[in-house]
C-alpha cells in the first residue's frame, strides 16, 4: 500500500518549484538543496512537540514564552538568500492547528529590511494553500538552504 | 421442527436500533456558509440543515463568514467530546455574552452584533444557545440563564477573575496594529515597525515588539518576537495571544 506524501512537504516542494520555474532565484538550486528542504520538513514534522517545548523552554527563562495555542511547522524564507526551519506559531487556537507551514518573503533596499510571515494551511475543499487568519509567528530556527 | 428462541432476534434488533441511533447522531455536524442579509454580508451556522445562527458583523480580520467558519468547528469539537445538554449555556464574558459548551465558547456576543439583530448581547446569546439545543437535544430542557450581573451575589468574581485563561481568548473579537519595534543582533540593533495580531484587549496592551536574533554566518539563524507591554530593553513583559505577521526595520548601529 502507497504511503501518501504529506500536504505540508507537497506544498514546499510545489513553492520550491514555482521558484525555480520563475527563474527569480538569486541562487542555484539543486538535487542536494531539494533534500535539505524535504529534510529538515520532514524531521520538523516529526519533532515538532519537542522544538516546541525547547522553544518555550527557552523564552520562558526570560518570561517571554508564549503561553497557549502554539504550533511548530517547517517555514521557508525566501527573498534573503533562502532558508529553511521550523517556526513557531501562536494565535487563534483553531487556526493553529490547521497551519502545516510558514512562509516568509524578505527584501532589502539600502539598509530598510521588510518581511512579510505568511502562516499556510491546506484548504480541505479545494486543496489549494491558503493563509490562516489569526495566526502569526513567534519564533524561528532555520538553517541557509 | 427445531423452534428458535425469540430473545437472540430481539436482542439483535434492539442492537441495530441502537447503533442506528448512535450513526444518526454521530453524522450531525456543523457547517457554515455565506450568505447576505439586507445586501449586506453574513455567515450563517447550520446543524445538519438546521439553520442555528446567523452572523452578520465582522469581527477584527474575520468576516461574518469567516466568523460563522469558527464557529461550526467550535460545534463540531464540542459535539465531538461528548456535548451533553446541560453543558450548553449563555453567560457573561468581559465586554459582552457567551455562548458555552461546558467550558469551551462557541461564540461571544458583543454590542455590534447584538445591535444588528435588533437585540441585546443577553438575549441574542440566549437565543442562539436555545437554537443549537433545540436540534441537538429536541425535548430535553436547557440550564436556566444565568440572572443579569446586577442580580448576582456578591461573591460573584469580577471580570478579572472569571476571564477565560490565556489559552482560551476569545478570538472572534480581534484587532492588528503597528507597533515598533526593536532587534538586537549580532551584528547590530534595528528599529522599525511592526504588525501584530490578536484579541482585542490584547492587542490594545501591546506597546512594542522586541527581537532577539542571533545570526550564524552561512549556517542558520535563530530569532523570536516578543510582543511587550512596556517599552523596556531589561524587562520583557510578554502580552500572551498576540503574533508577528509583517515587520520592516532599519539599521540604528553596527557591533
Known amino acids: ?145 | 421442527m427445531v423452534r428458535r428462541s425469540r430473545v437472540p432476534l430481539v436482542m439483535a434488533v434492539a442492537l441495530l436500533a441502537v447503533l442506528l441511533a448512535a450513526a444518526a447522531f454521530s453524522a450531525v455536524t456543523a457547517t457554515s456558509r455565506a450568505s447576505e442579509r439586507n445586501g449586506r454580508p453574513a455567515g450563517e451556522v447550520l446543524i445538519g440543515d438546521n439553520l442555528v445562527m446567523v452572523l452578520l458583523t465582522s469581527a477584527g480580520i474575520y468576516s461574518p463568514s469567516d466568523r460563522a467558519g469558527i464557529v461550526a468547528e467550535r460545534l463540531n469539537d464540542a459535539m465531538s467530546a461528548g456535548l451533553q445538554a446541560e453543558q450548553l449555556s449563555a453567560r457573561s464574558l468581559p465586554g459582552g455574552e457567551g455562548v458555552y459548551a461546558g467550558e469551551r465558547l462557541i461564540v461571544s456576543v458583543y454590542g455590534p452584533e447584538a445591535n444588528a439583530h435588533g437585540s441585546t448581547p443577553a438575549a441574542l446569546a440566549d437565543s442562539w444557545r436555545d437554537s443549537i439545543g433545540r436540534v441537538l437535544f429536541p425535548g430535553e430542557a436547557l440550564p436556566e440563564p444565568e440572572p443579569p450581573a446586577a442580580e448576582q451575589p456578591a461573591e460573584t468574581p469580577g471580570p478579572a477573575e472569571s476571564a477565560p485563561p490565556s489559552g482560551e481568548l476569545d478570538w472572534t473579537g480581534t484587532a492588528q496594529k503597528w507597533v515598533p519595534i526593536f532587534s538586537l543582533e549580532t551584528e547590530g540593533a534595528y528599529l522599525g515597525a511592526a504588525q501584530i495580531a490578536g484579541p482585542t484587549a490584547q492587542v490594545n496592551k501591546v506597546k512594542g515588539v522586541a527581537e532577539l536574533r542571533l545570526n550564524f554566518q552561512n549556517i542558520g539563524r535563530i530569532y523570536a518576537y516578543v510582543p511587550t507591554a512596556t517599552i523596556s530593553i531589561t524587562k520583557l513583559d510578554r502580552v500572551q495571544g498576540v503574533s508577528v505577521w509583517a515587520t520592516g526595520d532599519i539599521r540604528l548601529a553596527k557591533f
Open chain 1, 1 to 145: 500500500m502507497s504511503k501518501r506524501i504529506p500536504k505540508v512537504t507537497l506544498v514546499l516542494l510545489v513553492a520550491l518549484v514555482c521558484v525555480m520555474a520563475a527563474g527569480s532565484a538569486l541562487w542555484a538550486l539543486d538535487l542536494g538543496d531539494i533534500l535539505k528542504v524535504g529534510g529538515v520538513a520532514f524531521l520538523v514534522n516529526q519533532y515538532g512537540g519537542k522544538i516546541d517545548s525547547f522553544i518555550t523552554s527557552a523564552l520562558g527563562q526570560r518570561n517571554a514564552a508564549a503561553v497557549g495555542a502554539t504550533k511548530v511547522v517547517p517555514i521557508l524564507s525566501l527573498g534573503g538568500g533562502g532558508y529553511i526551519g521550523a517556526a513557531q506559531v501562536v494565535g487563534n487556537p483553531d487556526s493553529v492547528k490547521k497551519v502545516k507551514a510558514v512562509f516568509q518573503l524578505e527584501g532589502r533596499i539600502g539598509s530598510f529590511r521588510p518581511k512579510i510571515l505568511v502562516p499556510t494551511y491546506v484548504d480541505k475543499v479545494q486543496g489549494t494553500p491558503e493563509r490562516a487568519k489569526g495566526v502569526g509567528v513567534s519564533a524561528v530556527i532555520e538553517f541557509r538552504i
